[in-house]
């Protein structure tokens, strides 16, 4: 009687090879010839381009390697780098994390290309410390992606001419994380925007003068789930914001967390 080795089996393969490092999949896929094709998509699951401002540049793969299994890749970084556009296009492509210094030596177009090359794109996060301004066309391409569902900024202070194009990205997705980021300071009232699809939104690490233009857009999120809101000290838009939710402002709310000092903070 023949007998089969669970690990020929791929759903229990697949459950033993994510459990392993990166480094250890790579060295598994080298061994051995016949587990070549099951390692494969998980080795090239995620990649990583360019490199940041402190600690070693990670080399990334080689452009051939790159093109050749671009079907596998879902995650996608890119710090201070850039690819050829003729390799840009990841048909799986689900995560992009990238920051925004690449335009310092490219042209403004080329984020925008990203996007419309990758139209599967649910999840995006910006960084943009490095510049000062951006411009609208940006924020409409990534608001017209399909499936954008998850937006995270980092460092990213909009212009004043792009505010209601950084705002209506916002009102397309389900979750939001705003970190270190300068809130606009044109009311969203007047713009006429909500955000009725909003579920989660973390706002953290962001300027403290801000606080009553962070609770007017927390207060534009009408069926909010879950909210993460730091706040450094006692203020009064922070007393307000606690005052409201035990009023029912917002009746999905299940779960607010408030970090710092204040009259009224903690878990609903």
Known sequence: MSTISSLEIPEIFNLVANHLERRQVVTCLQVCKAWHNLLL??????V??????????????PKAALNRHRQFISRLEMHCTHMDLNIATFPNLRTLVFTLCIWRSLSKEYPMELFTLNPSLVD????GEFLPVIEG????????????????????????????AFWNVCSKVEEASF???????????????????????????????DYKEQLEF???????????WTADRAHTEVDKFSIEVKQGKWPRLGKYEIRGKSKFCGVQ
Do not use: N
Request: hydrophobic residues 35%.
């Open 48 to 61: 990583v381009l360019g490199g940041y401002r402190k600690g070693p540049t990670p080399k990334g793969p």
């Open 179 to 209: 970190w270190e980021t300068k809130f606009p300071k044109t009311p969203i009232q007047s713009l006429e925007l909500s955000f009725p699809r909003m579920r989660k939104l973390e706002i953290e690490a962001c300027d403290a003068d």
């Open 41 to 46: 998509p998980i080795v090239w699951h995620s």
């Open 137 to 164: 066309e940006f924020w409409k391409a990534m608001s017209d992606l399909p499936q954008l569902r998850i937006f995270r900024v980092h460092s990213l202070p909009p212009g004043i001419d792009e505010i209601e």
């Open 124 to 127: 995006v996060t910006i960084s």
């Open 218 to 228: 927390v207060r534009c999120c009408p069926d909010l789930e879950e909210l993460l």
